[in-house]
């Protein structure tokens, strides 16, 4: 099946600095990334829509200039958190949409990126 | 490796009830979680299960052993709503997600 990766796995930081995180799908090419907050045991909250070669559209609430996406190419999307602060810590996923072949179509989620901001 | 397998699709009638299996081998356990997911929308949590037994929420239930990687979601009462798809997750150890490929639920009337 779909493979997608997130690096890192998880990470700490300090209060102010910039994290970035790179979401990649492995076996397919996806024209649109999907970027999720999930906060503990509840459900994912859709930060942003990620399309490749283009700006990315940003759920309401969201701000595009401490979430930085940027998604360069059809397996490669980023999310830098910038200047981040401890309520940023949070369990971050992305999801890719087969932009071909079989699985045309279908999300597939990474395995998330724990963010601890200290 | 680590697998999470569930049936790819599933069809059931309104008002009846199904349940939704999901088996698991993954490197340590730290949780199970379904959520539902519509065509467009992102996926809506429906539950986390962490020990053994059956966990009711209105109309839907899960159920988790943890000796077997054996979890279900039960859906009752179904309503032409429910039809979405369903993902089964599970936490390892290192607290990272795996996720099966979805259960897509089709409701007839």
């Known amino acids: 099946g779909a493979v997608v990766s997130q690096h890192p796995s998880r990470v700490i930081c300090k209060s102010g600095t910039s994290v970035k995180i790179e979401c990649r799908s492995l076996?397919?090419?996806?024209?649109?990334m999907f970027w999720y907050r999930q906060f503990p045991k509840k459900s994912l909250m859709l930060m942003a829509t990620?399309?490749?070669?283009?700006?990315?559209?940003?759920e309401q609430g969201v701000e595009k200039d401490k979430f930085l996406i940027n998604h360069a190419s059809l397996t490669l999307s980023t999310l830098t958190v910038t200047s981040a602060h401890p309520e940023d810590s949070s369990f971050y996923i992305c999801?890719?949409?087969?932009?071909?072949?079989?699985?045309?179509?279908?999300?597939?989620f990474g395995p998330g990126t724990r963010l601890t901001v200290l | 490796g680590q697998n999470i397998d569930q049936p790819t699709e599933m069809t059931a009638t309104e008002g009846a009830i199904v349940q939704i299996n999901c088996t698991y081998q993954?490197?340590?356990?730290?949780?199970l979680f379904w959520y539902q997911q519509h065509a467009g929308e992102a996926p809506t949590f429906l539950s986390y299960?962490?020990l053994d037994g059956l966990e009711e929420k209105g109309r839907f239930s899960s159920f988790l052993s943890r000796s077997k990687g054996y979890s279900y979601l039960l859906l009752k009462e179904l309503q032409m709503k429910d039809s979405a798809s369903y993902l089964c997750?599970?936490?390892?150890?290192?607290?990272?997600?795996?996720w099966g490929a979805g259960t897509k639920l089709i409701i007839k009337p």
């Open positions: 993954t490197s340590g356990f730290n949780g």
């Open positions: 990620s399309n490749e070669g283009s700006k990315a559209t940003y």
């Open positions: 999801s890719a949409v087969s932009a071909g072949g079989p699985s045309y179509n279908e999300q597939f």
């Open positions: 076996d397919f090419q996806a024209t649109t």
């Open positions: 299960n962490v």
């Open positions: 997750a599970v936490m390892d150890s290192n607290y990272q997600l795996i």
